[in-house]
């Protein structure tokens, strides 16, 4: 079974610009949650859908949205991008994002903002 | 407000010790305390859980041990071995739904970067 697919790998923009990260879960998984992870700050919680709703949202500016499809697929899209957004943005995936069950996390997209 | 403190920030281990990891939450809600293994270029993976109902859980060399009056768990790694050289993060969560959306979020804290010398 294919694990949680993020891409791309890398990315590299300038201040100002928007960028638009994809996540594909473990096949059967309908909960997408995303992280942002950096050195100071850790990881931290974005949002998490489950069938194409949002149900959870972090503290973060509204530059940061994102949707998830029929198929589970999600994107997560920053807008206006400031240098701080620099960081790893992490997708996991799990059955029906539910408190115990297990998070599959993908390898993540790293992010610099120049 | 960081929700869950973690300490060691890294620690050094000689083969065939002990590593200890220790965490405190201050949100008497949360009620499912994770922790992750993080090696560089991956994504974390669950390690181990527990819920607050028990004092300790062990699987294999890793145990999890809980205090709930002190709002503090910790993670014991035994007989640590070079491949368990990563960043530990413990986290928590609560189980309960809130009507009309989840209460599905991890907190996380910062992170322990462990180092098991051969």
């Known amino acids: 079974k294919a694990g949680v697919t993020q891409t791309p790998r890398y990315l590299i923009k300038t201040r100002g610009q928007q960028v638009t990260l994809s996540c594909s879960p473990i096949s059967g998984h309908r909960s997408v949650s995303w992280y942002q992870q950096t050195p100071g700050q850790g990881l931290q919680f974005l949002f998490e859908y489950f069938s194409e709703t949002q149900r959870n949202k972090g503290n973060f500016p509204g530059r940061f949205s994102g949707r998830q499809f029929s198929n589970s697929r999600s994107e997560m899209n920053v807008s206006t991008l400031e240098l701080g957004d620099s960081a790893l943005y992490l997708c996991?995936?799990?059955?029906?994002?539910?408190?115990?069950?297990?998070?599959?996390f993908g390898s993540g997209t790293q992010l610099s903002v120049l | 407000q960081q929700q869950v403190k973690q300490s060691p920030q890294s620690l050094i281990v000689q083969k065939g010790g002990i590593s200890i990891i220790n965490c405190a939450y201050e949100?008497?809600?949360?009620?499912?305390f994770p922790w992750y293994q993080q090696f560089p270029g991956k994504g974390p993976a669950l390690l181990i859980a527990i819920r607050p109902d028990v004092s300790e859980k062990k699987e294999g060399r890793f145990t999890i041990s809980f205090n709930k009056s002190a709002k503090q768990f910790s993670l014991h790694i035994m007989d640590s071995q070079p491949g368990d050289s990563a960043t530990y993060f413990c986290a928590a969560s609560m189980l309960k739904w809130n009507s009309g959306g989840s209460n599905y979020k991890l907190t996380f804290g910062k992170g322990t970067l462990l180092t098991v010398n051969p």
């Open positions: 949100n008497t809600a949360f009620d499912y």
């Open positions: 996991a995936s799990s059955l029906r994002g539910e408190g115990n069950e297990k998070l599959f």
